[in-house]
């Protein structure tokens, strides 16, 4: 299987701080597509963004940044000024060629300390 | 906005009981998915759905089943629970094509005693 490692388990930082998400990705497809989710506390995996494998452009949204480099396999996902509310487990996963769904990384763990 | 639903929030259940767990849509999405969720493990994909009646394997399958009789109701059926099936379990939904964003449900945390 084409795994998806989120190397950081738990991450704790206090309020207002920057913090990066680690994300990186196994694949032999040529066309693949990225997914970062967030898991609050109340347990519903609520999306947060989809890039493809042909669009290396970072995004920004709001105070959420992605950072996809195909060079390195790695698709990284920084919260700026983050908020007690950012506390959450955030899965990064991807879907390739097969008939397999996503495969998701094991998620990180991250606390605002307020 | 999707909508995904699963029939409980919370289930205790015995060993050997037959479990039925129930996920539905709203938004007329092909393809449904089961996955658990486990500490340390992340998400697994036990089946998933592209149509009404069709049904594919994930990665851990075994101890489960899957019916779609319907195109908005895709259900987890455990056989015989066993201890080892406790866990969070969450339904997932997407449109056509395995690419396309998946919408997850409130997720069910079972429990086998």
């Known amino acids: 299987a084409q795994k998806v490692t989120q190397a950081q388990t738990e991450i704790s930082v206090v309020e207002k701080e920057d913090v990066t998400l680690d994300c990186v990705y196994e694949?032999?497809?040529?066309?693949?597509?990225l997914f970062w989710y967030k898991q609050p506390p109340s347990g519903e995996l609520v999306f947060l963004i989809r890039?493809?494998?042909?669009?290396?452009q970072n995004e920004i949204s709001g105070r959420y940044s992605w950072n996809f480099q195909k060079s390195t396999s790695s698709f990284n996902f920084t919260i700026t000024a983050s908020q007690v509310v950012d506390s959450a487990v955030y899965f990064c996963?991807?879907?390739?060629?097969?008939?397999?769904?996503?495969?998701f990384g094991k998620g990180t763990h991250l606390i605002i300390q307020p | 906005d999707v909508k995904v639903t699963q029939s409980s929030r919370y289930l205790v259940k015995r060993t050997g009981e037959k479990v039925f767990l129930e996920c539905v849509q709203d938004?007329?999405?092909?393809?449904m998915f089961w996955y658990r969720q486990d500490p340390g493990l992340g998400l697994r994909l036990i089946y998933f759905?592209?149509?009404?009646?069709?049904?594919e394997k994930g990665d851990i399958p075994e101890g489960y089943s899957v019916s779609r009789e319907k195109k908005e109701r895709f259900s987890l059926i455990l056989e015989s629970a066993s201890t080892n099936q406790t866990s969070m379990y969450l339904c997932?939904?997407?449109?056509?094509?395995?690419?396309?964003?998946?919408?997850f449900g409130p997720g069910t945390r079972l429990l086998v005693l």
């Open positions: 997932a939904t997407s449109n056509a094509g395995l690419r396309e964003t998946q919408y």
């Open positions: 694949t032999r497809d040529t066309t693949y597509y």
């Open positions: 890039r493809n494998s042909f669009d290396e």
């Open positions: 996963a991807r879907s390739g060629g097969g008939a397999d769904g996503l495969t």
């Open positions: 938004m007329d999405h092909e393809n």
């Open positions: 759905s592209y149509d009404v009646k069709m049904k």
